[in-house]
């Protein structure tokens, strides 16, 4: 009986040998592609081969990263090749006294770890000038490559000198009185005033408050809840007024008034619950970059909401004496006025806006001499107000 014959064993032995080699040429071209890697060389440089200066060139990058991920500027890194060693570095890099060290710690650390690196040894001390010293040693186990040292200064023992309060004042209610007003406006002390528009002697006032030198703020007539037994005077703006009539009104009084800076409310609790309204006359205070300074604002008021929707300055002043300048004596001023002052040492600034009566008018002349201010600056109205950033 014939012998049947076998299937050659070799086949499967070839094929496995065929996987071998596939298997080995996949590890060796992975292999190549991790040598020529960042991480595959300094994988190498820790089994002592590859280039070591380039391993060092490595870190440095990622040392500059971290700190730069930090926060530390560029021009506060110092770096040189380390004495004695052409292959290793030495850093110094200044913090500033509110910089945080674990922070930076952390920053670096992580850069030279995610690349293969490591942190062999970080030590704290204090300086001689009191600084805090933070020295570490980074690089490859047991084989120290970069050594950072990060200073952090000493904050100052005193802070800057706080600079002095501003107060700005506003005197108000000149009514038709020139003759009176040029008075007032000759007083050695520097104030701005509130004017009426469309007066009888708007004009007149208005060029004898720029010819003095004295900031202007156009005080409008709006119309009060009781209007006409309380009357603003003439041209008040009515919330029966069509919007686009109310804008050019506001044009035509300051085209009239010359330079100003800014726009007052006189009255108008009920104009200044009005939208319509107030966004008529904001659509002009808009265009020409002024404020709106609103005076002792009624509780319905829209005009801060709508000031913030339309993109229009608001501003209150810090204080308003208008009771207390009609009193017979000055007792009820002055003692108003202490509080003002405080306030304004307080905050660093303060608004206050003065009614001119024949009380006032002498008793200005007593409230802001060097003593009574007691340190407290007065100021133009346009420095101690918030502005338009276009102006």
């Not at 800014?262 to 104009?271: D, E, I, K, P, W």
């Not at 002024?290 to 002792?296: D, G, R």
């Not at 993109?311 to 009193?327: C, H, M």
């Not at 009614?355 to 002349?365: A, D, F, G, H, Y």
Request: proline share 7%; net charge positive; glycine share 8%.
């Amino acid at each position: 009986m014939p012998k049947k014959k076998r299937l050659p064993s070799a086949l499967p032995r070839t094929l496995i040998v065929l996987a071998v080699v596939a298997l080995l040429l996949v590890l060796g071209a992975e292999a190549w592609r991790l040598a020529g890697s960042d991480q595959g060389r300094v994988a190498l440089a820790r089994w002592g081969f590859g280039d070591r200066e380039r391993v060092v060139r490595l870190f440095a990058r990622e040392i500059r990263a971290g700190l730069a991920a930090a926060g530390i500027p560029a021009d506060s890194v110092r770096e040189r090749d380390s004495r004695g060693d052409p292959g290793a570095m030495r850093w110094r890099v200044g913090l500033r006294p509110d910089a945080s060290l674990l922070q930076t710690n952390y920053a670096v650390s992580r850069r030279v770890e995610e690349l293969g690196g490591a942190v062999l040894r970080g030590r704290e001390t204090v300086g001689t000038h009191g600084e805090t010293r933070l020295t570490l040693l980074l690089g490859l186990p047991k084989r120290g490559l970069h050594e950072l040292l990060l200073v952090r200064a000493v904050p100052p023992e005193e802070s800057p000198e706080r600079p002095a309060p501003r107060l700005a004042l506003v005197l108000f209610g000149f009514g038709d009185d020139l003759a009176g007003a040029r008075h007032v406006f000759d007083l050695p002390l520097p104030f701005a005033v509130a004017l009426a528009p469309d007066t009888k002697t708007s004009s007149a006032m208005f060029r004898a408050a720029q010819e003095k030198g004295r900031e202007v703020v156009l005080h409008i007539p709006l119309e009060p809840v009781n209007y006409p037994q309380l009357n603003p005077g003439p041209g008040t703006l009515l919330v029966t007024l069509k919007p686009d009539r109310a804008t050019g009104t506001m044009r035509r009084w300051l085209d009239r008034s010359g330079r100003v800076v800014g726009v007052a409310n006189h009255m108008g609790s009920l104009a200044t619950q009005d939208m319509t309204l107030m966004g008529a006359v904001y659509r002009e205070l808009k265009r020409r970059h002024l404020p709106f300074i609103h005076v002792q604002p009624a509780a319905g008021s829209v005009c801060r909401s709508l000031a913030a929707e339309l993109g229009v300055i608001y501003d209150e002043p810090d204080a308003v004496l208008d009771t207390e300048a009609r009193a017979k004596t000055p007792k009820a001023l002055d003692r108003r006025w202490s509080e003002i002052l405080e306030q304004a040492r307080t905050r660093g600034h303060a608004v206050v806006w003065v009614r001119v009566t024949p009380l006032t008018r002498e008793w200005l002349k007593r409230a802001t001499t060097v003593k009574r201010l007691d340190g407290v600056d007065l100021a133009p109205l346009s420095g101690v107000m918030r502005r338009p950033a276009a102006l």
